[in-house]
Every structure is written in C-alpha cells, then in structure tokens.
C-alpha cells in the first residue's frame, strides 16, 4: 500500500522526493488533484500532494508581480488580486464541469503546470507569458531556483517558463512569482448572430487584425447551449476604459457592418458569458469524449467543417478559431483522423480533455511527437529526473 | 584586452585547421567558407568590442541542409561552434573562439510567409527586427519587441537573447511574440516546435531556447505574431525635482491601473548628454525626467493622459509637457533613444550596465550608485525603462588611463550585486554572454546553475555550441549527472500524510 505524502513547506518537500530518488520509487505528483482526469494515469505506488504548500509570499500590486506557493488555491490568488482590482491576465479555467470533481479546487501550480489559459489569452497570452520566477525541487530532490521577480530578465535559461506545460514530470515546483495586469474598467461583448463558421471565422480575423483591441474571440454553432439557442453567435469582447470601448466598439459596427444582426453584451453578463466559456460549461453534463485542437486560427473553421462531414460532434471555437473544443458523439477513438486533419491543416496539435480512463489509456492522449523531438523531450526528462520518479507516463511514454 | 578566461583551446582542433577547411568547404561551396585571416577580421567581436577573438574560420550556410551538416560535421570531429546573427550583442555572445567554428547566419536573409489572417509572418533568422515590421506595416502591422538596435540586429539573435525594448511592459518579450522555430541540434537533427498555432506541444522548448543565447541548438526559421499598430500613441515628458519623486510616480501610475506603453527614465547626467547632443528640448532644471508614452485609441489616450498628468503633479512634477504631434513625440524619445552615444561624447569610453530591479527599489539603487560612484572615482549617469524595471548605468571611464577599465567593471559588477540584493537580476535584455558571466553566482547557487547546465546537456551533450559563455564553471555532462544517493533511508515521519 503506498503512502500519501503531504508535505507542508519546500523542505519537506524535497526530502520526499530525495527519498523517493534513492529508492528509485515513482511519485504521483498533484497540487489538490482537480485534474487527474485529465492525461495519462501514473503508475505509481506513492502520492505527493503540494496543496499544503500554500500562501502569498509576496506581493506588491504596484510592481506587478505576485509570489505565491505553488498549492495556494486558485481562488485564493484570484481573490487577493481581485481586492486590489488586479488579475491573471490569462484567466484560468475551472474545469470541475467536464472532468468532474469539486468546483474551484485547482491549485496555482496545476494551473502552471499544464499552462492553462482561457479566452483572454489570445490577447494577454498564455499562463507561461506571465510566470516570471520558479522555485522547484528537481527529480534528483534537489531545490532549484530560476527566474526572478522582475518582468525583463535574460539572467541563464528560462526554466521558469519551461516548467509550464510539464504536468509535475520534470520538477515539482514550491512557488512562482507571476505578473499581473489591472482589472479592466469595464467589459463588453459584441455579438453577431447566424454567421456560418467560415463567416465567423472570417469576421473573427477582420477583428483582430484592426486596432480594435479584441480580447476574446469565440462562436458557438446554433443550438449549442442556451446563449445560442436560435442562431449561431459569434462573440467578440472588447475590455478597457469606458471611452476606449465605446470608439472600439463602434469600429467593430462599422467593419462588419456586412453581418447586420448584431448585438452587444454588457457588463456581468459579458463575464458571465466569457467565464462560461472559460470554464467549459456548454460540455458540462456529459461524459463523452471532448477534445482540444490547437490549430492556425483559420484553420479552425476548415477543421469543423472537415469533422462534420465524417463524425457526429459537438463543438465551439475559442481564439479566433485557433482553439476548437470537439465532444465526438460516437464511442470509437478518433485520435488518428483528428490528427491528421490538423496536420494537412497547417499543423497544430490535439490532445483528448475528457475521457473514460480505458479510452486514455487507449488513444495517445496528447499529441504524437516526431522520433527527433521524442528524443530530446525524453533527454530533457532526464536531466531533471534521471530515475523518472515525477508523474512517469502523465504526458507520454517514457515521460 | 579584460581578462575573461575562456576555455582552452583544443590543440588537436588547431592542428586539423585545414583539413576541417578542407572539409567544410565541401559542405558549403564557394565563399561561404572564409579562412582568410584578413577576411574573417570583422567577425572577431561582436558589439563588446572590449573582447577580441579570431575564429577557426567562418562558415556562411544557406540552406537549412547546409547547416545541419556543418553542425553534424563538428559534431562527429568534436568541433566547437559559435553561432552569430548580426553581431549586435552586448554581452560578446558571439566572441568567437580560437577553435571554433564561427557559423554565421546572416545569408538566412528572407522573409518566407506574410500571413495577416493569422496574425504570423514566418522568416529566416538573419531578418532584421525592423526588417519584420517593414514587411506587413503598409497593413497596419507591426512585430513588438524593438530593442534599440532593432536596425541591425537579427531576429535569430533575438530569440538567442529573448530581445526586449522599451514597449515590453506593455507587448512582451521575444519569448511573449514567438508561435514557431526550426532548430537544428549540434548532432544535425532538424526540429520543429510550435507554428502559427498557440502554445506549442508537449515540453515548451520554445522558452527555453528563448534566451538560450545560443549554447542549445541554431535557429533557422522563425515565426512571429504580428500586432496592429495602435492609432494613436502621445508622449508625455514629466520633469521631477528629485528621482524619489519621479519613482512614485512611476509607481502611482502603474497602482491606477495605467499600462503605458512605454516608461522611461533619466537621470540628470544622462539629460544634460542627451540635451546637449540632440536639443530634444529637455528641461535641464530637473533631476530626473520621465517619458510616458501611451497607446491606443485617441479618445483612451488623451485620458490616460490626463490622469498621468494628475498623478505626476500630486508627485510633485515640476515640469510638463504633452506631445502634440507625431513629429513632438519623437523629439522626445530622440533624446532618449540617443542617451548612449550622447553620453559617449562627455567621456572617452563608457560600460553599460544591464540589470533589473523591483521598481519600488530605484531611489535606493540611485543612492547606493551614487556612493558606489564615489567610491570608485568614477562617474555614472542612468537611463532606466522604469515601465519594466530595467536599468542601463553607463559608467564613464578613459581606457587610456590606466586601471580605469578594471575599475569600472569593478564599479559594474558592483552595480549588478546591487540589484541582485534589492530583488532584482543581473541582465534584463543584453544577456549574460562572457560579460557577466563571472557574476552569475551572486544570483544562482551551485544547484541553481548545475540544473541549468542540464539542460544545456540535453541539447548538447559534448558541450560544443558556444562554451565559455553564461557559466562560470564549465561542468561535463557525465559530472552533472552524478547524483549522491542516500540509499535506504526512511520516509520522514514528520511530515504530513494524507
């Protein structure tokens, strides 16, 4: 029977790991476990959870930068932020509705680890955009740092944001400094009803190629979840000063005049509306295989129209196209023809969100590498844990 | 010349000098290869002119095939390599070696995709920055980051260094603007990584190679996300009586919630050069002088402006000014932009300084440099990008005069432990290079620089692609894998289980 470790500061941390180098004995790593549905299982005997290595280290809303532990709750970054009208710019996403579990129970470091960003992030950027600084504690159970506090820092390689998207199989981080941006004064979404995917996509790409500051950018087919009950919408959210939104808005009723109906979502509800989409609502209540496509932005709309014609699905476009959630209706894996869509799309990856734990063990959860980039990864692997204790298998074979 | 040491030279590589001439010139044909000594004069420095070096010979690839040989080539006859873009850097990235191979990109110079719909233009890695925006700007277009050598320097150096430039606080570095690379590895292996999708697969090898300045692999495409140009973008130029004053304003600013496009900096020394060179029309009774610049729509800039205007005044601003057209606004920032050279005609030679610090820190830095400054019998003026903390003392000194060279590296590095101490770092955008190379350890310790050194490791396990620069002690890859091993002890009984 293994153990659960549960460490409570950096220390105790790395002496669970340094134990579990010299006895050559796999750790599960996770910050709560919000998204252990998510990805390959781990093999192992052991777990290490890091959401007792919580609480603000630092943080100076003038600078900018917030340092925090790596199993601080979400919720308790976004609140602190939120009494000194700040934010993560990439707005992280909860994803209790699809992958089940408790709502809100991510942790920083989970959201790092797998570089989790919402709508936002096709103007703010990513969640690895705004990590500055690492703390960690590497597979060999010794603590690194990297990075800094400070926004421009060229000081030795990047190894904070090289942390990001590493599922907890490289190190197991202990905190972050991330920098963050004001709260927008005001929000709103301007909508277009009853465009065709090719339309939207094509609007979509109209609007963030003008000066409009576009923030968000998303459609949803008709029929898809209440908000576009009787027409397809394409949404489009604008962010700033109240003066700034209204010139900008007015810039984006003149260049798609060409699409008439339009209408305009203000306020909470335009949060509401985005927060939804962030959190992946409209799949909620359904156990059935749902997918994220990351492809060119115009290739999105190409992508849908190619699965509709061989596959039932269910899907919406995030990033102006460039991001394309499907939930394939049918019980057979789909990963191979998904794949090569996008790769005689203009290339991009998918990896499968929600699934039944045969159909991950099953299908290649995360996108395929070439025999070349395999084998750097796994060199990489192993400088940071040469007896491959972190989350072996979380991300690949091998990994 | 200073003395930096670099890693001795390989006799057996000297002795094969030929033959390896020979031989590459079998890979790249014609007068991409250059041996002679006369010819390969201008590659012996890069924009560190302090350091001199002539390589082994220099290579001029222009396939990416081509490159892939050259790089197996050394590979398989344990051949170091130094790869080199524009030679911009500021650091001596690109200092040659003795023994090395010097592989210069710069016949990489075509843009390959303008690809508006997407926001991406794909490019070889010896465009220049400016080169870039001057593609897609007849749309409306630009490409963000423009460090100040944005004329000449290369886009490939620039993901070597994870380039920055005044707008960063506001638009990102390198890093934050880069969608796609193709490397090739020192073994001759072509890799993909990204495209003009967002967030790339698997591991992000794209951050770090971001900075990387050239120890991990050679860049040989590149693709960028481009941005539309904001309408408008107005300056505002703020005198302050005392630098106190100017860093809570900055501050201020920034805690309402106000991201300007650009913050700059300058304190009195650096105004009088930069007044006296370029008549920008500075004020000359202030000690420190901002330039604010903000972007966007008219109606949000002419706001913003305002409230900065209100912020600087309850600072206790002494001057103001607002620019009131385009030509105005690059009045402003011409002095700004000249502040080096301006400072360069009061003092013979200068050093300057590259760290970065928590903005809140900057009147103590200015008052702990001021006695630095006396202590070292050298004089200093500062000019600071306070939008993202990072701070360029130029420290003036007289190389004819001797001892003065060493006493402003001295005076240098002393600045640098400063910033380090207040929370800061050694290198906001000019990279480590050899110039601070030494320093490293007053920021990292052993375990912090050997995990990096691993990963220099993963890419280049012979640790041929340009040694001697950002460590100071060259580990070997089987060294940096040892690992001491407590075998058999038990689980920690006081730590928590669940």
């Given amino acids: ?399 | 010349m200073a003395a930096i040491a670099m890693p001795k030279p390989s006799q057996e590589t000297l002795k094969k000098r030929s033959k390896i001439v020979a031989d590459l010139q079998k890979i790249v044909r014609g007068e991409g290869v250059i041996c002679d000594e006369i010819e390969m004069r201008p590659y012996e420095t890069d924009a560190l002119t302090a350091y001199r070096q002539l390589p082994l010979v220099v290579v001029l690839p222009e396939t990416v095939d081509q490159v892939s040989q050259v790089l197996k080539y050394c590979y398989d006859n344990d051949v170091k390599v130094v790869p080199r873009g524009a030679g911009t850097s500021l650091s001596g990235g690109a200092l040659p070696l003795e023994d090395g191979v010097l592989l210069s990109m710069m016949k990489f110079n075509r843009i390959l995709e303008i690809d508006l719909e997407n926001r991406a233009v794909v490019t070889q890695p010896g465009v220049t920055n400016l080169g870039i925006t001057t593609a897609v700007q007849q749309d409306g277009f630009y490409y963000a980051p423009d460090p100040s050598s944005q004329i000449a320097c290369s886009i490939g150096g620039n993901i070597a260094e994870n380039s920055g430039g005044v707008h960063s606080l506001k638009y990102g570095l390198t890093t934050n603007n880069l969608l796609g690379l193709e490397i090739v590895l020192i073994t001759g292996e072509v890799i993909r990584l990204g495209g003009k999708h967002l967030d790339s697969e698997a591991y992000d090898l794209m951050a770090l190679l971001t900075g990387s300045e050239g120890l991990l692999a050679v860049v040989t495409e590149v693709t960028v996300r481009v941005l539309q140009k904001p309408e408008t973008a107005r300056a505002a130029l703020i005198g302050f009586p005392t630098s106190e004053e100017a860093g809570k304003c900055v501050a201020e600013i920034i805690g309402a919630g106000i991201i300007p496009g650009g913050m700059e900096l300058m304190d009195k020394l650096a105004i009088d050069a930069a007044e006296d060179f370029v008549h920008a029309g500075y004020p000359l009774d202030v000690d420190a002088l901002m330039i604010v610049e903000l972007d966007g729509p008219e109606a949000e800039v002419d706001d913003l402006l305002k409230r900065v205007s209100a912020i600087a005044e309850k600072n206790g601003s002494s001057y103001l000014r607002v620019s009131q057209s385009e030509e105005e606004r690059n009045t402003f920032w011409a002095g700004r932009k000249a502040a080096f050279p301006a400072v360069g005609r009061i003092s013979p030679d200068y050093l300057c300084m590259d760290g970065t610090i928590p903005r809140a820190a900057l009147p103590q830095v200015l008052q702990e440099m001021q006695e630095l400054s006396e202590k070292h019998g050298l004089r200093v003026a500062n000019v600071f990008h306070a939008g993202d903390g990072n701070l360029h003392p130029l420290i003036l000194y007289d190389a004819n005069k001797p001892g003065e060279l060493a006493a402003a590296e001295a005076f240098g590095a002393d600045i640098l432990r400063l910033c380090v101490k207040v929370g800061g770092v050694l290198t906001g955008e000019h990279g480590v290079g050899i110039e601070k190379r030494d320093l490293m350890p007053e920021m990292y310790s052993e375990d912090d620089l050997k995990q990096q050194q691993r990963v220099k490791c993963a890419f280049d396990e012979k640790q041929l692609l340009n040694p001697g620069k950002m460590f100071p002690v060259l580990h070997r890859c089987a060294e940096l894998g040892f690992m001491h091993v407590h075998q058999g002890q038990l689980p920690f009984p006081d730590i928590p289980r669940f």
């Fill in chain 1, 1 to 399: 029977m293994g153990e659960g470790f549960h460490p409570t500061t950096a220390d105790e941390l790395e002496a669970v790991v340094k134990w579990a180098s010299a006895e050559r004995t796999p750790l599960e790593v996770i910050g709560s476990g919000s998204k252990c549905n998510w990805g390959r299982a781990v093999q192992s005997a052991h777990t290490l959870r890091v959401d007792g290595i919580s609480g603000v280290i630092d943080y100076e809303p003038a600078e900018l930068v917030l340092t925090v532990k790596a199993g601080t709750p979400l919720t308790d970054v976004q609140t602190l932020l939120k009494e000194h009208n700040q934010e993560l710019p990439f707005e992280p996403a909860d994803l209790s509705a699809v992958l089940g579990g408790p709502n809100q129970a991510g942790t920083i470091g989970g959201v790092l680890a797998t570089n989790l960003s919402g709508p936002r992030r096709l103007k703010a950027g990513a969640a690895r955009d705004h990590v500055l600084g690492l703390e960690a504690v590497s597979g060999r159970g010794e603590i690194f740092k990297a990075g800094g506090r400070v926004v421009k820092n060229v000081t030795g390689y990047d190894l904070s944001r090289g942390f990001c998207s590493s599922w907890g199989t490289l190190a197991v981080a202990t905190s972050f400094s991330i920098k963050v941006l004001p709260r927008a004064a005001k929000e709103c979404t301007f909508v277009l009803l009853g465009l065709t995917p090719q339309e939207a996509s094509s609007a979509m790409s109209e609007a963030m190629g003008s000066s409009a500051e576009v923030s968000s950018a998303a459609h949803l087919p008709k029929g898809f979840c209440p908000l576009s009950q009787e027409h397809s919408i394409t949404l489009l959210r604008l962010e700033g000063i109240p003066v700034s939104i209204d010139y900008r808005l007015n810039k984006l009723r003149s260049i798609l005049k060409r699409f008439p109906s339009q209408e305009l979502i203000e306020g909470q509800a335009s949060r509401k509306t985005w927060g939804d989409l962030r959190d992946l609502i409209p799949f909620a209540g359904s156990d059935k295989p749902l997918w994220k496509l990351s492809v060119s932005p115009t290739a999105g709309q190409q992508m849908i129209a190619e699965l509709e014609k061989r596959f039932a699905i269910r899907w919406m476009m995030d990033w102006a196209g460039g991001l394309v959630w499907v939930e394939m209706q049918g019980e057979e894996p789909h990963d191979v023809p998904l794949r090569r869509l996008i790769a005689e799309n203009g290339g991009g990856h998918a990896t499968l969100l929600r699934a039944s734990a045969e159909l991950r063990t099953s299908v290649d959860v995360f996108q395929p590498l070439p025999e070349t980039l395999m084998g750097l990864s796994k060199r990489l692997k192993a400088q940071f844990d040469p007896h491959n204790i972190l989350n072996p298998g979380r991300m690949y074979a091998g990994i």
